[in-house]
C-alpha cells in the first residue's frame, strides 16, 4: 500500500470513528461517552482498517454467520426455575452406547468407561453455552454434560426479579441459580463443576451457599480465567490513571445506557466493525485468530442486550468469593486462564492456587479471556485429565489425549 493511499485510508478510518462516536452521541449523554470511546478505540483496530474496506468486512461477517459451525451443537432441552421464577434453560448431553464412541473415548480417557459423572459447564459475562463449543464436540456421548445459559443471557429468560421489581443482580443470585439447574439436570449422582469466568464465579457462590452439596456430591473443579475478588483492581491494559477515571463514570454510564436500550442497541449496530475490534482484542491474545472463532465470539457478545450488560457490571466490583474456596480444598481442582487473559488476569487465578495449593494451576501461554475457544485443545486435554484424576474417566492407560 502506498503511502499516499494509507494517508486516505487513515483519514477514512478517523470519518468512520467520528460517524460512531456521533452515533452514539445521538443516543444521549451517557452514549456521548461510549462515544469517546468508540472514537479512542480505532487506534486498536487501524491495522485492519487500513487494510480492509467496510464493505469487504460486513461481507465476510456475512459469510461467516453463514458458514460457521460454531455454536451449532444441541442437546437434550430442559428448563429449571430460579427461586425469583426466572426461567432457565440448559441442555443434556447424554452418554452414548454407541460403540463407535469407543475410539474417542480411549483418546480421552483410557480402555475402560467413564463412570456416571455429570459435568455442569457455567459461562461467562456475555456469553453463552454455547462458548464451550469445543469442549462439547470433544466429551459429547463420552460423559454426561450439562449447558445452561445464565439469567437474562441467550435462551433463558430475562431474569424476574430484575426486569419486575429492579433488584440488582448479584453473584450470590446466579450460584442459586446453578443450584437450581444442577436440582432439575442433574438432581443425583457425583457432579464436575466447569466454570469460566462469571461461571467461575458462579460456581464459587455455590459452594458459599450450598458447602453441603459440595461436600456429598462433587467430586472436582475446573475453574477457567475467573477471579474470587478484587476485580475493582483490574485496568484491562489500560493506564492506571485513566483507568481509575473510568471507573468511577462507567456504572453510571451502563446505567443511563440501559435506560435507553433501542437507542443504544441501534449505535451498536452502526459501530459493528469499531467494536469488532474492541471485542477481539479483549477476548484473544493471538492476533491470528481464526477469524470464524473471533466473529462467534463477537456474535455471542452482540447478542447480550445492553440493559443487561448494565445490569450485570456492578456485581462483579461486589464479588468476594476467596473464604469460598476453602470448600474445594479436599477436591482435585484444575485452575487454568490465559496468560495474557485483559479481563480477569491471570494474577487472579494465581491468588485462587495459592488458597487451593493442592490445585492444578496452568497458565496457557498466547492465550486471552476466552482461551476455551482460542486454545480449546489445551482446555480440553487439562478437562480430560481433571476427569480421569476424579474418576469419571480412568486416567490409567491413555492411549493420548485430545489435541495431541
Given at each position: 500500500?502506498?503511502?499516499?493511499?494509507?494517508?486516505?485510508?487513515?483519514?477514512?478510518?478517523v470519518a468512520?470513528?467520528?460517524?460512531?462516536?456521533?452515533?452514539?452521541?445521538?443516543?444521549?449523554?451517557?452514549g456521548a461517552?461510549?462515544?469517546?470511546?468508540?472514537?479512542?478505540?480505532?487506534?486498536?483496530?487501524?491495522?485492519e482498517?487500513?487494510?480492509?474496506?467496510?464493505?469487504?468486512?460486513?461481507?465476510?461477517?456475512?459469510?461467516?454467520?453463514?458458514?460457521?459451525?460454531?455454536?451449532?451443537?444441541?442437546?437434550?432441552?430442559?428448563?429449571?426455575y430460579?427461586?425469583?421464577?426466572?426461567?432457565?434453560?440448559?441442555?443434556?448431553?447424554?452418554?452414548?452406547?454407541?460403540?463407535?464412541?469407543?475410539?474417542?473415548?480411549?483418546?480421552?480417557?483410557g480402555?475402560r468407561d467413564?463412570?456416571?459423572?455429570?459435568?455442569?459447564?457455567?459461562?461467562?459475562?456475555?456469553?453463552?453455552?454455547?462458548?464451550?463449543?469445543?469442549?462439547?464436540?470433544?466429551?459429547?456421548?463420552?460423559?454426561?454434560a450439562?449447558?445452561?445459559?445464565?439469567?437474562?443471557?441467550?435462551?433463558?429468560?430475562?431474569?424476574?426479579?430484575?426486569?419486575?421489581?429492579?433488584?440488582?443482580?448479584?453473584?450470590?443470585?446466579?450460584?442459586?441459580?446453578?443450584k437450581?439447574?444442577?436440582?432439575?439436570?442433574?438432581?443425583?449422582?457425583?457432579?464436575?463443576?466447569?466454570?469460566?469466568?462469571?461461571?467461575?464465579?458462579?460456581?464459587?457462590a455455590?459452594?458459599?451457599?450450598?458447602?453441603?452439596?459440595?461436600?456429598e456430591?462433587?467430586?472436582?473443579?475446573?475453574?477457567?480465567?475467573?477471579s474470587?475478588g478484587?476485580?475493582?483492581?483490574?485496568?484491562?491494559?489500560?493506564?492506571?490513571?485513566?483507568?481509575?477515571?473510568?471507573?468511577?463514570?462507567?456504572?453510571?454510564?451502563?446505567?443511563?445506557?440501559?435506560?435507553?436500550a433501542?437507542?443504544?442497541?441501534?449505535?451498536?449496530?452502526?459501530?459493528?466493525?469499531?467494536?469488532?475490534?474492541?471485542?477481539?482484542?479483549y477476548?484473544?491474545?493471538?492476533?491470528?485468530?481464526?477469524?470464524?472463532?473471533?466473529?462467534?465470539?463477537?456474535?455471542?457478545?452482540?447478542?447480550?442486550?445492553?440493559?443487561?450488560?448494565?445490569?450485570?457490571?456492578?456485581?462483579?466490583?461486589?464479588?468476594?468469593?476467596?473464604?469460598?474456596?476453602k470448600?474445594?480444598?479436599?477436591?482435585?481442582?484444575l485452575?487454568?486462564?490465559?496468560?495474557?487473559?485483559?479481563?480477569?488476569?491471570s494474577?487472579?487465578s494465581?491468588?485462587?492456587a495459592?488458597?487451593?495449593?493442592?490445585?492444578?494451576?496452568?497458565?496457557?501461554?498466547?492465550?486471552?479471556?476466552?482461551?476455551?475457544?482460542?486454545?480449546?485443545?489445551?482446555?480440553?486435554?487439562?478437562?480430560?485429565?481433571?476427569?480421569?484424576?476424579?474418576?469419571?474417566?480412568?486416567?490409567?492407560?491413555?492411549?493420548?489425549?485430545?489435541?495431541?
Amino acid at each position: 500500500m502506498s503511502e499516499s493511499s494509507t494517508g486516505a485510508a487513515a483519514a477514512e478510518a478517523v470519518a468512520q470513528a467520528a460517524d460512531a462516536a456521533g452515533t452514539w452521541r445521538r443516543a444521549g449523554v451517557a452514549g456521548a461517552a461510549i462515544g469517546v470511546i468508540a472514537a479512542g478505540a480505532a487506534a486498536g483496530v487501524a491495522i485492519e482498517r487500513l487494510t480492509v474496506g467496510r464493505g469487504m468486512r460486513k461481507k465476510a461477517r456475512l459469510a461467516l454467520d453463514a458458514s460457521g459451525p460454531y455454536g451449532s451443537l444441541r442437546g437434550m432441552p430442559g428448563t429449571a426455575y430460579a427461586d425469583d421464577g426466572t426461567e432457565l434453560s440448559y441442555e443434556v448431553e447424554e452418554v452414548e452406547a454407541d460403540s463407535e464412541q469407543g475410539p474417542r473415548r480411549r483418546r480421552l480417557f483410557g480402555r475402560r468407561d467413564p463412570a456416571p459423572v455429570t459435568v455442569v459447564f457455567s459461562h461467562g459475562y456475555c456469553l453463552s453455552q454455547d462458548s464451550w463449543h469445543f469442549q462439547r464436540a470433544a466429551l459429547r456421548g463420552v460423559v454426561r454434560a450439562v449447558y445452561w445459559d445464565q439469567r437474562s443471557h441467550a435462551r433463558s429468560a430475562r431474569g424476574v426479579d430484575q426486569s419486575e421489581h429492579g433488584v440488582p443482580v448479584s453473584i450470590d443470585q446466579l450460584g442459586r441459580d446453578l443450584k437450581a439447574v444442577i436440582d432439575a439436570a442433574a438432581p443425583e449422582g457425583p457432579l464436575v463443576l466447569v466454570g469460566h469466568s462469571m461461571g467461575g464465579m458462579t460456581t464459587m457462590a455455590l459452594a458459599d451457599q450450598f458447602p453441603e452439596l459440595i461436600r456429598e456430591r462433587v467430586v472436582g473443579v475446573a475453574l477457567v480465567g475467573t477471579s474470587s475478588g478484587q476485580l475493582g483492581q483490574v485496568n484491562f491494559g489500560l493506564p492506571v490513571a485513566g483507568m481509575n477515571a473510568v471507573r468511577r463514570v462507567l456504572p453510571g454510564v451502563l446505567r443511563a445506557l440501559g435506560s435507553q436500550a433501542e437507542l443504544v442497541e441501534k449505535g451498536r449496530r452502526a459501530t459493528a466493525d469499531l467494536f469488532a475490534g474492541v471485542i477481539k482484542r479483549y477476548s484473544f491474545s493471538r492476533r491470528d485468530v481464526d477469524p470464524a472463532i473471533a466473529r462467534f465470539a463477537e456474535r455471542m457478545i452482540e447478542a447480550t442486550p445492553i440493559d443487561v450488560v448494565a445490569e450485570f457490571y456492578p456485581a462483579f466490583a461486589e464479588h468476594d468469593k476467596a473464604a469460598a474456596l476453602k470448600h474445594f480444598a479436599e477436591l482435585p481442582v484444575l485452575v487454568l486462564a490465559g496468560d495474557k487473559d485483559l479481563i480477569t488476569p491471570s494474577e487472579h487465578s494465581e491468588a485462587i492456587a495459592d488458597l487451593l495449593p493442592d490445585a492444578e494451576l496452568v497458565l496457557v501461554p498466547d492465550a486471552g479471556h476466552l482461551v476455551m475457544l482460542e486454545h480449546p485443545e489445551v482446555v480440553t486435554d487439562r478437562l480430560a485429565d481433571l476427569l480421569g484424576r476424579v474418576g469419571a474417566a480412568p486416567a490409567a492407560d491413555r492411549e493420548g489425549r485430545v489435541g495431541g
